[in-house]
């Protein structure tokens, strides 16, 4: 009786992950694809420059505090040295604040990134999905995620199929 159970839950698991089907996107290529993710990172690029421009002029600035204050250490009374050693750490302190409300985890370049690209990201997600659901796929993987893909059959790509959903035709240059 256990090997007639122990057959039938062998045989059942293997017609179950038969019928099971599997794709694959890249979301790489199909982000290159799309204009308004190619528009969000020049103005996400654009951004990023000018506050780095700024960051390094504040650090210049320190630096030569600094410079001038190693100069003119020798002249400085005790008061003034400690002035100025205040007036440097009070510098390089608001340059590294300006640095994390820009670049931090919670800065402006990370909520612009957010407010620009995550509508992109939930209109890929609704094509995969449609796909998912006309193909019957019960999983779509992603290839240029960090799950490591040692062989992917061509075949089963659906990048060119979430583009079509979006709206966008896929065309030009190749994978």
């Known amino acids: 009786m256990k ?3 122990i057959i039938s ?13 599997f794709a694959y996107i890249d979301t790489e290529y199909i ?20 506050w780095q421009t700024q960051a390094e002029k504040r650090y210049k600035a320190i630096d030569k505090m600094y410079k ?3 100069a003119e250490e020798i002249l400085l009374t005790e008061s003034m040295k400690n002035k100025r050693q205040e007036d440097i750490i009070k510098r390089e ?5 300006f640095q994390k409300s820009k670049f ?3 800065g402006e ?5 957010k407010e620009l690209i995550k509508p992109i990201q939930e209109r890929i997600y609704k094509a995969v999905q449609e796909t998912a659901n006309v193909g019957k796929y019960s999983v779509i993987f992603d290839k240029s995620s960090a799950a ?12 060119d199929d979430i583009l079509k959903r979006m709206g966008i035709k896929p065309g030009g240059n190749s994978k």
């Open 3 to 5: 090997k007639l159970f």
């Open 9 to 21: 839950l062998v045989l059942f698991l293997s017609i179950s992950m038969q019928a099971q089907k």
């Open 31 to 50: 982000l290159a694809k799309i204009p308004e993710y190619q528009e969000a990172q020049k103005q996400l690029d654009a951004l990023s420059k000018q």
């Open 68 to 70: 001038d204050f190693q």
């Open 93 to 97: 302190e608001e340059a590294r604040e």
């Open 104 to 106: 931090g985890v919670d």
């Open 109 to 113: 370049l990370f909520k612009k990134r």
């Open 148 to 159: 490591t893909m040692v062989y992917s059959n061509p075949k089963y790509d659906k990048s």
